[in-house]
């Protein structure tokens, strides 16, 4: 559960970051993290266009320079823009400067407002100079749908476990998910629906 679904005091590390919605809302909010790249992020819009949701793309600068026909297909179909900075860098290995530099020049692509840490972890150094610029994305749910160890079914099962009202969850746009999104995320959408979710984006107005 500590990786699906986030310990409280992680929490509390990032003190003015969301992590989870309105938990009185019967909604949930779905974002993919590390895109655009041509492998995945054409089925994943497919497939969210098949079911009319819109989602949060929290996108790597560098491949939005590589495949600017896939950022401005996610923006022509109206899905919201994340920042997951340019190189999708490690929390740990680079100077805080070094990572906020890194995270402006994504944004000259990107034009976000929201940002969210690669492997969701930044220095707290690192937080705190972010957090006066962009509104800080985390998470409710992870799917886990990059674990070569977890199969399409395990990735809907955590879907189903962990989801509850306001819920953020994470699928990732990338070659290590891309098999078992064929499955799982369909599948994923179908269940929500059917359990009575509303699919919602966030509104940065009121962040």
Same mark, same amino acid.
């Given at each position: 559960?500590?990786?699906?679904?986030?310990?409280?005091?992680?929490?509390?590390?990032?003190?003015?970051?969301?992590?989870?919605?309105?938990?009185?809302?019967?909604?949930?909010?779905?974002? %993919?993290?590390?895109?655009?790249?041509?492998?995945?992020?054409?089925?994943?819009?497919?497939?969210?266009?098949?079911?009319?949701?819109?989602?949060? %793309? %929290?996108?790597?600068?560098?491949?939005?320079?590589?495949?600017?026909?896939?950022?401005?297909?996610?923006?022509?179909?109206?899905?919201?823009?994340?920042?997951?900075?340019?190189?999708?860098?490690?929390?740990?290995?680079?100077?805080?400067?070094?990572?906020?530099?890194?995270?402006?020049?994504?944004?000259?692509?990107?034009?976000?407002?929201?940002?969210?840490?690669?492997?969701?972890?930044?220095?707290?150094?690192?937080?705190?100079?972010?957090?006066?610029?962009?509104?800080?994305?985390?998470?409710?749910?992870?799917?886990?749908?990059?674990?070569?160890?977890?199969?399409?079914?395990?990735?809907?099962?955590?879907?189903?476990?962990?989801?509850?009202?306001?819920?953020?969850?994470?699928?990732?746009?990338?070659?290590?998910?891309?098999?078992?999104?064929?499955?799982?995320?369909?599948?994923?959408?179908?269940?929500?629906?059917?359990?009575?979710?509303?699919?919602?984006?966030?509104?940065?107005?009121?962040?």
């Amino acid at each position: 559960m500590f990786i699906e679904q986030p310990a409280r005091w992680l929490r509390w590390i990032y003190p003015r970051a969301i992590w989870r919605m309105d938990p009185k809302e019967h909604s949930v909010y779905l974002t %993919f993290d590390d895109g655009p790249i041509p492998q995945s992020t054409p089925f994943i819009l497919d497939t969210l266009r098949e079911y009319g949701v819109k989602a949060t %793309f %929290f996108m790597v600068g560098d491949n939005v320079r590589k495949y600017p026909e896939l950022y401005k297909r996610i923006v022509d179909e109206g899905h919201q823009l994340g920042n997951h900075t340019n190189h999708h860098l490690g929390a740990f290995k680079h100077w805080t400067i070094t990572y906020v530099l890194d995270t402006h020049k994504a944004n000259e692509l990107i034009h976000a407002r929201l940002f969210r840490p690669p492997h969701g972890w930044m220095r707290r150094s690192v937080y705190w100079w972010l957090r006066h610029e962009y509104k800080i994305i985390m998470w409710d749910v992870v799917t886990r749908d990059y674990s070569k160890w977890l199969t399409a079914d395990d990735v809907l099962s955590n879907v189903k476990r962990y989801t509850r009202n306001g819920s953020i969850i994470t699928f990732h746009d990338s070659l290590k998910s891309i098999d078992k999104l064929r499955i799982a995320l369909p599948a994923a959408i179908k269940w929500l629906r059917d359990e009575g979710y509303e699919f919602k984006t966030f509104d940065t107005e009121d962040l």
